[in-house]
């Protein structure tokens, strides 16, 4: 008993100090990283406020006020507001209450906002910015360097923290910072229990991937590369696989929860959400066939991303290391990162969107950034095994 408390309060402390490394991370990304709001602060903002008791036009003003405070000027330029002080023209027309579903549907964020407002007031979303970083620091010091080793876990951090394509989205004044850090706790949690057969990392797993679940739309995508992580493990004839068919079956839960929230709150459904690009948001009559549109239009957007990648040697490069160190690494808990740089393709699937892709595929660098450390860190230990092997040279006098 007396070793467990200890252990405990050894993960405490150190998670504890991971937090405060995180949130010194945070303000200097904070303090660096431009710009750090987007449209969608609007709405996640406005609900925060409303949720946290401010009335309606009130938080109109609060989440204008934020995102022009934090947006790029480009975006400011475009946003208008009328004489109600409304930024969005659909509150009067019904057949356009379904965006706004959208937006109300995913309430993690606008919740942990509010419960900053008291102390935060008009800033209280920058609680979820910080939180997102901190969670990610936290999970890769508590949960991934244990497998790793903290050289691993140490470079993973850097390349996240670091690299922009990554960080830009995981401070930003939405969801996508919160969805960022919830997967890959959801993913650490996975590797935990591929490992130990844990169940305590089991309902880890499937209680993160709850909270993803009501948070973005990633959390469809869990289940689906654990799947396929499955069927790998079964075709190796590992009996791996049996730990990530459980593990699948318990992330498919969380979507089964949400679904039920969703139909009995009346929010937009499967369907719904299927015409929003179509309709450009709901603002033209609905498709008859939504998904022929939006399997046409990933034709497209796939084709122009293939044909751009020669030009971005950052991402085509990191892809090439990232694999050669999933493929050096060879264990088991790190397929499910390896899978996701696939199946996170399917929300630029379901979402097409080319504009936003980098914002949408931003979840892929985790994986990628992980693939990295582990090739890196191979790397290192080959050269340092090289330059121990090597015999010393000496200066001998009169040899």
């Excluded at 995508?221 to 593990?247: D, E, K, M, N, Y």
């Excluded at 493929?327 to 899978?339: E, K, M, N, Q």
Aim: net charge positive; charged share 10%.
């Amino acid at each position: 008993m007396a070793a467990v408390r200890s252990l405990n309060r050894h993960w405490l402390l150190r998670g504890l100090a991971l937090a405060m490394v995180g949130l010194a991370a945070w303000v200097l990304m904070w303090s660096t990283i431009r710009p750090r709001a987007g449209y969608d602060t609007l709405w996640y903002s406005m609900y925060a406020y409303q949720y946290a008791g401010v009335a309606v036009h009130e938080s109109w003003d609060l989440s204008w006020q934020l995102v022009h405070e934090y947006a790029d000027p480009q975006l400011l330029a475009t946003l208008r507001r009328d004489s109600s002080g409304a930024w969005w023209s659909g509150w009067d027309e019904p057949a356009r209450q379904r965006w706004a579903g959208l937006y109300r549907m995913r309430p993690v964020m606008p919740l942990v906002s509010a419960a900053g407002f008291p102390l935060l007031g008009r800033e209280a979303p920058l609680l979820v910015s910080a939180a997102a970083v901190v969670i990610v620091t936290v999970a890769a010091g508590l949960l991934l360097a244990p497998l790793t080793g903290w050289l691993v876990a140490g470079l993973f951090l850097v390349l996240t923290l670091g690299n922009v394509y990554l960080a830009r989205w995981l401070v930003d004044l939405t969801t996508d910072g919160l969805g960022i850090a919830l997967w890959f706790l959801a993913l650490a949690c996975v590797t935990r229990f591929v490992v130990t057969g844990d169940r305590r990392w089991l309902v880890a797993t499937g209680s993160s991937g709850l909270v993803l679940a009501f948070t973005r739309q990633s959390a469809v995508v869990l289940p689906v590369t654990l799947a396929i992580c499955t069927l790998v493990a079964l075709i190796a004839r590992s009996s791996t696989w049996q730990r990530f068919a459980v593990v699948a079956a318990v992330t498919i839960l969380p979507l089964l929860a949400f679904a039920a929230y969703a139909a009995v709150a009346g929010l937009p459904s499967i369907a719904d959400q299927l015409q929003d690009i179509p309709t450009l948001h709901f603002s033209r009559p609905d498709v008859p066939n939504p998904i022929g549109f939006l399997l046409q239009r990933d034709a497209g957007i796939g084709a122009r991303l293939v044909r751009s990648l020669p030009g971005q040697p950052l991402i085509w490069g990191s892809l090439l290391v990232a694999a050669g160190g999933f493929v050096i690494a060879r264990h088991w808990w790190s397929l499910p990162f390896a899978v996701a740089i696939g199946t996170l393709l399917l929300l630029l699937a379901a979402h097409p969107v080319l504009t936003e892709a980098d914002r949408t595929l931003a979840p892929i660098w985790l994986s990628l950034n992980l693939g990295i450390a582990l090739f890196a860190a191979r790397t290192i230990a080959w050269l340092s095994a090289r330059l121990r092997a090597r015999p010393a040279v000496g200066f001998g006098i009169g040899s």
